[in-house]
């Protein structure tokens, strides 16, 4: 009995169907890599931090150890960057030298200084609190002459800051400079250990860059030390304060001016290139805008438009205030501003993309970098309170009262980010509206399902963009090493020629009779 040929032709359809959707999701996935590539060009979201450091004494041992890593790094291999400036002793030139990673897990969150004399007023032993020693076998202090400093070092991964550089200053005037680019100073100078009249600098990093634009950040920093400047106008403490939180934010508006020249000026067509919108699912965005948000038809909303289109209570505007801000930040955020900021709708969009791209650990990231304006990794109580007080005013809610009965603060009054996950995960409850925030806005712009499916693919380019980087890397790694080995084969060659000829001359000089 013969196949009848409407069944040829429904699985041909099929067919091409299945097809057709394959190539549409290839597409999408080709898309989205672009996008991710481009974000990492111009963000240079590829984190540094240091992950090894290291001690040389003598010049002998430097001009070694600078060779061997000369060495290293022609191969193409990971190596060491030497600190400008010493840190000498009394007899030798001590030289520090710093590792820089990409490996997360590998960056250095914390340094303390100590001692190698157990007898010495500064001797720490750093591995009862997980810390790891960094000695030299010449600054044990074994004479009265040598060095006795130790540096132990932490790496915990669930930090949200770690150290990406390291200086050495040796005048008061290294020291302005140096706080002037936001550097932190150890607590010990290091004569102290039998090292010269020096202090260690160290420079600290975000490691995770979900959170809002440095300028933003600094302009905040910055007004809060104006209006104590403003009580207090003699204080040169303040006044110090405020001249470097001012070179700080120029050198920040100068690097985003750099970046925004690759970013599209227009929030909508980057919201199209940041989804790999399809021109319906744009309009349908657009029609969702122009609809229920901008109901007076003028082009613009405020955030109080936007909290009444969420049906949100409008003690909730100060964060919805911080998303704009997540995807915008051109504009003040602080809460008690009279004048209300107003978005269009390529602004109302791309705020809307940014924030429904968070998964829920990026969002409880972006909750605690609201209120942690310096990157420190850590709040105090009182923005704890704040928080709170944000998501739930007055504190009306049992099970608030309950949590808080529950939790129980550091006695230093800081909060640090693991313990902030904890109370998160033990109580839920606390930050929920931030997350039904979001869940809102999924549901309102495309649905829930959209979102899902559109977070999948970005997961598997991001997959495809870190494979072929890491590919890339091989490729020119293998590149480097041909290369070096090429120059190493014609610099012996050379070497090899030039013997030849200067035994042939020694030769021909020995068998020349003299006369």
């Known amino acids: 009995m013969g196949v009848p040929a409407s069944f040829h ?24 890599m672009k996008v991710i590539k481009k974000t990492m060009q111009v963000q240079n979201r590829e984190v540094k931090g240091i992950g090894d450091i290291k001690f040389t004494v ?4 430097m001009s070694a150890f600078k060779a061997e890593n000369e060495s290293r790094r022609a191969r193409g291999d990971s190596y060491f960057v030497r600190v400008k400036k010493d ?4 007899n030798e030139k001590v030289d520090l030298w710093y590792k820089l990673v990409s490996n997360k897990e590998e960056f250095m969150t914390d340094i303390v200084l100590g001692s190698t004399q157990p007898r010495h007023k500064h001797f720490f032993f750093g591995e009862k609190e997980a810390y790891k020693p960094i000695m030299h076998p010449q600054m044990k202090g074994m004479s009265a002459s ?31 400079n140096l706080q002037k680019r936001n550097y932190e100073k150890l607590p010990l100078c290091l004569s102290k250990f039998g090292c010269g009249y020096c202090k260690i600098w160290l420079l600290w990093t975000s ?23 403003a009580k207090t106008p003699d204080d040169p403490i303040l006044q110090k304060m405020v001249s470097t939180a001012n070179f700080r934010l120029k050198e920040a508006q100068l690097r985003e001016e750099d970046h925004a020249r690759d970013i599209p000026g227009d929030d909508l067509i980057y919201t199209k290139e940041f989804l790999a919108l399809k021109p319906t699912e744009l309009k349908r965005m657009i029609f969702i805008y122009k609809k229920c948000i901008d109901l007076d ?14 049906r949100e209570p409008l003690s909730l505007c100060s964060f919805l205030r911080q998303i704009f801000a997540l995807a915008l930040g051109n504009f003040d955020t602080q809460s008690d501003s009279n004048k209300s900021p107003i978005f269009n709708l390529g602004s109302t969009l791309k705020a809307v993309s940014v924030f429904c791209m968070l998964s829920s650990a990026d969002v409880l990231k972006f909750i605690f970098s609201c209120y942690d304006i310096k990157g420190y990794g850590f ?15 007055r504190h009306q809610d049992d099970r608030v009262h309950s949590a808080l009965k529950g939790i129980e603060l550091p006695a230093d009054g800081t909060l640090q980010f693991a313990r902030f996950e904890d109370i998160s995960r033990r109580f839920p409850h606390l930050l929920y509206p931030a997350f039904r925030v979001q869940e809102k806005l999924r549901q309102k712009f495309c649905g829930v399902r959209w979102w899902r499916r559109k977070l999948e693919m970005y997961g598997i380019a991001s997959q495809r963009v870190e494979r072929d980087k890491k590919r890339e890397n091989e490729i020119e790694s293998m590149e480097r090493k041909q ?33």
């Open 297 to 310: 038809k003028d082009g613009k909303i405020s955030v109080e438009e936007f909290a009444s289109f969420l």
């Open 483 to 515: 290369r070096y080995e090429m120059a190493e084969a014609l610099h012996n060659e050379g070497r090899e020629f030039f013997d030849v000829k200067e035994r042939r001359r020694k030769k021909n000089r020995s068998t020349t009779p003299l006369r």
């Open 379 to 393: 709040i105090d109580r009182a923005a704890f309170y704040d928080l709170l007080e944000l998501f739930h005013p």
């Open 58 to 61: 003598g010049v002998r041992e």
């Open 87 to 90: 840190i000498g002793s009394k």
């Open 207 to 229: 490691t995770h860059l979900l959170r809002l634009t440095d300028c933003d950040h600094i302009q905040k920093e910055l007004k809060e030390y104006t209006d104590f400047l």
């Open 9 to 32: 032709s429904i699985v041909t359809k099929c067919k091409s169907l299945a097809t057709r959707r394959r190539e549409a999701k290839e597409k999408e996935i080709r898309k989205l």
């Open 146 to 176: 040598d060095p006795n400093l130790c540096l132990w070092f932490k790496k915990e991964a669930k930090q949200l800051r770690h150290i990406s550089d390291v200086q050495v200053s040796h005048s008061k005037e290294d020291e302005v």
